[in-house]
Each structure stands twice: as C-alpha cells, then as structure tokens.
C-alpha cells in the first residue's frame, strides 16, 4: 500500500473518531419517513429538512450551516448564516447568472419551465384538504436569484409557477407572489396549492433562477396570513431529525 493512499485512510479513520466528519451538504438530513403536520390550516418547514433531490445533473441544491459549506464553484456571494431560520438554508448551485450582463442559459441556469432543475420533496400531512397559500423565506442579493416554483405530488400547477422577490434584498424575506409578464414583481396572493383530498402529500420546489436560496416555507389556508420573523415552528406528524 503506498504513502498516499495510507495517508488517505488514516486521516478519514481519524475524522470519524474525532466526530469532524462532514456530511454530504447536498445529501437529505431526513429520510421520507419524517413527515411534517398541516393543523389549524398552517404547516411550516425548513428548507434544509427534504428528504430527496432529483434533477440535479446541472444544478444542486446544498445545505449551508456552520459545519457543512459547500464547496460548489461558482458562488460569488457569502453565506447568510445570520438570522437563518434553524441555523441553516439551502442554495442551488453553481450560480452563474449573477447580474443581467451574464448570459441566461435556458435549461442550466435558468427555467421558466417547473419540475426540470433541482427538485427538492417534503413530506406533509394535509388534516384538511382545499386551497393552501405557499410563502417562502429567502435572501437575494440582486435581479437573477430571485425566482422559484412549487408543486405537489409530481404535478405543477400554473399558480406555483414563477414565485418572485424583489423587496427585502440583503435580509430573509417572506413572499408569496406570481411574476407575470403585466407585473414582474410579483401578484400577491397568487401562489397556492389547490390539494384535493387530506392525507400525505410530496410538497415540491424546483429552480427557477440558480443562486436561490431558501430557509424556511410555510402552507396556510388563510389568505390574510403573513409571516413574521422565522416564522412558526414545525410540527412534526412522525419521523425522527436527527
């Protein structure tokens, strides 16, 4: 056994012995058996608890917290630990479309198109089933990270299409609004999930624009309701985080 290659394997020896050893960042934190409980018309979720990724051929979403930065190239900005729901968020990289000068790519960093780029899936139990507005908290430092979309259950429903921000730059902020080609900001109260029936549901998001990030989403059937802070805490129906 050469040099090298014993180096290699003492030094992992002794990362799993010390504790050090990082996990994959853009690897779940859950299995599919957590699942997340909608009560009283409102279910909350941290962004960094999905359970699996597809999709990710071009781009990746990957947990950021204090002991797992992903080393994913290029990412221009810092991370945004501060204030951060949980102590951590997701980002979806590379980020190659920083400002407007840089060349949008359809179908690499960019999709106007749900459910092609980066799907991320949550379990949730849905105790009553109708109409849930979907709000997101996120951070976004410019014109080109600002974009997402949402589903359920492998479907993507024209009003989870294109949610927006453009208030709230450099800060986590709730949204909830639909860019349309009339209003590129966004139409409040236009993003929602129509679910038909109650039981468990697969919550989606998919990439929009590459460079988003998101630390927290909630469900509610009150269409007055808007998030404050970091938002409610969520409640698990079953499963253990670790």
């Known amino acids: 056994m050469n040099k090298i290659k014993m180096f290699l394997i003492l030094s992992g020896l002794f990362l799993m012995i010390s504790g050090q050893k990082k996990s994959d960042p853009g690897s779940p934190l859950v299995s599919g058996k957590v699942v997340f409980e909608e009560k009283n018309g409102l279910c909350a979720v941290e962004a960094e608890h999905f359970y699996k990724q597809t999709h990710c051929d071009v781009r990746k979403w990957y947990r950021v917290n204090d002991g797992n930065t992903p080393s994913v190239t290029p990412d221009p900005d810092k991370p945004h630990l501060s204030e951060a729901s949980g102590g951590s968020y997701v980002e979806i990289l590379p980020d190659t479309r920083v400002t407007a000068r ?118 509610t059937a009150d269409p007055g309701y808007k998030p404050e802070g970091k938002g409610p805490a969520p409640v698990l129906f079953k499963g253990k985080i670790k």
């Open 102 to 219: 840089d060349k949008l790519i359809s179908g690499e960093n960019f999709s106007n198109e749900p459910g092609k780029i980066g799907v991320l899936y949550y379990r949730v139990k849905i105790n009553t089933a109708g109409r849930y507005y979907v709000w997101v908290r996120s951070y976004s430092e410019g014109a080109e990270d600002n974009g997402l979309h949402t589903g359920f259950n492998g479907a993507w429903p024209e009003h989870g299409k294109r949610m927006q921000w453009c208030e709230g730059k450099n800060e986590w902020t709730w949204a909830s609004k639909q860019r349309t080609t009339e209003v590129h900001c966004g139409v409040p109260g236009e993003i929602y999930l129509d679910i038909p029936e109650p039981g468990i549901h697969d919550i989606t998001f998919s990439m929009r624009e590459d460079g988003f990030e998101m630390d927290k989403f909630i469900l």
